[in-house]
């Protein structure tokens, strides 16, 4: 070992006891931003115990997630609240995780995926039918319930019309209560009777009935649909077994908060992105109206709509919907001459890396040319990492991609919007980064 190897990566210094938490629970994206200017690219902060390093190089972060992911694991630090996120694809490892994935992947492969756009399309023009010319809505809430109603047709083949607002409120106690966990620095088992724990367990008791009545109604009809869970329910392992219902419900479970929120937020800010940049909106116009003239947009115009995709890319390199990706250590490393030790927790954070200006001149613009197949300043591949990556790159990317921009393609044809009000956004990161106020805009019919 080289003497840098035993050196700690710098940091702030912390408190007795909590460390860096107090800062960090404050406002962890402007103190670990803050943090990465000051420390660099290998730094550390403390939370109680627990100490954090954030890789924010991209080839530092390409060693984690792709050349070296065989040294680390999914974070004890996410892994909170197994009741709820049982041993499903987000949080499983191992030989278990790999079998799930495999069974999993085809459902998700461009050209399934191809065969939701429909739905999404339609989905997106009912919802617009409720909207009034010069009403303010909360598009944050439009989206997370347009998000919900694709996710429940594709991937469940479930309308479920009563139950996608019963879902809703449920699932939005769910992750409110596991984000909360997450950042609290004690954590109290299930069963401990503070108002939260009671709150979450109602509500998981509610979703996992709604769950068994939708694989229930499934196993019934016996058919394949081309659904996710009709597929899940039909795939069969080399050896023959089948999932059980218990890893049915964990793979729903999964999929429902992995690919509900994500995009809703990607929609959402998308939109107050568009509000705010009336330049944007004109080009993003003038595209939509040489390819699709007023016409539905299909899958296939996708591929002929670069400036739309543009847009939706650039919202997620500034508000990137999953803001830190966490791992724990396996096995000692090295990387950037510092000792890795077992059990260190690594975060690796798009919010930080897609803000630098290292990468991204003028970082705080909103600006879809960036993006440009023909920009003549490339971007580094890991500094844009809203998906994660490697092994472990967002199952739902593809889907999560084409859902963005058949939603926004439809919606942006139709429909425009302005501020309503011009107070600046404040947000919340918990294992998303949510609007804390919601997104207020007046809604104009084009
Ligand atoms: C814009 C939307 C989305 C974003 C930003 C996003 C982001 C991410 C990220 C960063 C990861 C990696 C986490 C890690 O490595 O620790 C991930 C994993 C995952 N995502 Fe997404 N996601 C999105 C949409 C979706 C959708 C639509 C689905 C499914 C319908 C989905 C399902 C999953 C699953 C199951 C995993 C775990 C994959 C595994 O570990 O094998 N995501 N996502």
Known sequence: ??????????????????????????????????????????????????????????????????????????????????????????????????????????TFHAKRVASYGTAMVQLSQQMAANWHDGETLNIHDAMMQLSLEIVLKTLFDTELADDAQKIGRVLNILIDQVSAAAVRPIQFPDWFPTSGNRQYNAALAELDAIIRQIISEHRRRETDNGDLLSMLLHVQDEDGSRMTDKQLRDEVVNLYIAGHETVALTLAYTWLLLAEHPDVEVKLHEELEQVLAGRTPTMEDLQRLPYTEQVITEAMRLYPPVWGVFRDCKVADEIGGYAIAPKTVVLLSPWVVHHDAQYYTEPEAFRPERWDKASKQPIPRYAYFPFGGGQRLCIGNVFAMVEARLVFATLAQKWRFTLASHEPLELVPTITIRPKNGIHLIAHRR
């Open 1 to 106: 070992m080289t003497t840098t190897q035993t050196t700690v990566p710098p940091g702030p210094k912390g408190e007795p006891f909590i460390g860096n938490a107090r800062e960090f629970v404050q406002e962890p994206l402007a103190y670990l931003q803050r943090c990465a200017q000051e420390y660099g690219a290998i730094m550390q902060i403390r939370l109680g115990t627990t100490a954090l390093y954030m890789l924010s190089h991209p080839d530092h972060i390409e060693h984690v997630l792709v050349t070296h992911n065989d040294r680390y694991k999914k974070s004890r630090f996410t892994q909170r609240r197994k009741s709820l996120f049982g041993n499903g694809l987000l949080f499983s490892e191992g030989d278990f995780w790999l079998r799930q994935r495999r069974l999993m992947q085809p």
